[in-house]
């Protein structure tokens, strides 16, 4: 049986060993303490990073599409990335993809056992024709849940690009993607709590490798989105702004 307690983000924080014992403002410290870790944790990774966009960048060009997978928060935070793509680049919902171990139900509730399927990931990447020409991107803090490791087996039969993210070191899913982003952030301020640093490092990895896609095949001129969806009143002041920062004529 596997040993969980030897992963990184199961490990006990001995700086949090007394958090239950704090005052409020002691508390916090603790945890901004910790937080400070996470930007240099995703600074050693950023060649890797800068990998995976590069690939993901021209499979868009060709066609091709990025596919989140994960379960739990891992699952979650693919989802938001996708979602927040058409509205900021103006591209269809196809495009960038979030697969969640459970299903869209599990968004908002945990689904017991979905992340331990070994055979579910297949199936839900399946039902969205993926395929060859399409990017692989599992997230798993840990790097060994089954969903994710799944799903990754079942891209690279089919020759498409894998990407790994994941938060612990010699993870299981780092060695067998094409890709490996690994942020280790250590142990969490709650042991095991991987949705504190795990889950900002693992959210500042998908903000990279989405934004530098889009920028990378046109979507944003300078540091301006040109292609943001106005659907509202601040975005379309934004688009007025941008479009008098750009020298374009507004039509309204």
């Not at 995703?42 to 800068?50: N, Q, S």
């Amino acid at each position: 049986m596997e040993n969980f307690s030897l992963l990184t983000t199961e490990k006990i924080n001995p700086a949090t060993a007394h958090i239950d014992q704090c005052s409020t403002l002691e508390m916090v410290t603790l945890i901004n303490d910790e937080d400070k870790k996470v930007a240099a944790a995703v600074e050693r990774v950023l060649p890797e990073i800068a990998q995976a966009v590069d690939a993901i960048a021209e499979r868009f060009l060709r066609g091709g599409r990025l596919f989140y997978i994960g379960a739990g928060t891992s699952g979650r935070l693919g989802v938001l990335d996708a979602s927040e793509c058409p509205p900021t680049f103006g591209v269809n919902p196809d495009m960038v993809q979030g697969l969640i171990a459970g299903g869209i139900g599990a968004l908002i509730k945990a689904v017991e056992g979905a992340e331990d399927d070994v055979t579910l990931a297949a199936e839900d990447l399946t039902a969205k024709n993926f395929c060859a020409a399409d990017v692989l991107v599992g997230i798993t803090a840990s790097g060994r849940t089954p969903y994710v490791l799944g799903g990754v087996e079942f891209a690279k039969k089919l020759g498409a690009v894998t990407v790994g993210v994941s938060c612990t070191e010699n993870s299981a899913l780092a060695k067998v993607v094409d890709i490996a982003i690994t942020p280790v952030t250590g142990a969490e301020a709650l042991t095991g709590s991987t949705r504190m640093k795990a889950g900002t490092a693992t959210k500042m990895v998908l903000n990279m490798l989405t934004t530098a896609a889009m920028i990378k095949i046109g979507k944003v001129r300078g540091n301006l989105m040109v292609c943001v969806q106005a659907t509202n009143v601040k975005l379309r002041d934004r688009l007025k702004r941008i479009n008098k920062e750009l020298g374009i004529g507004n039509e309204g």
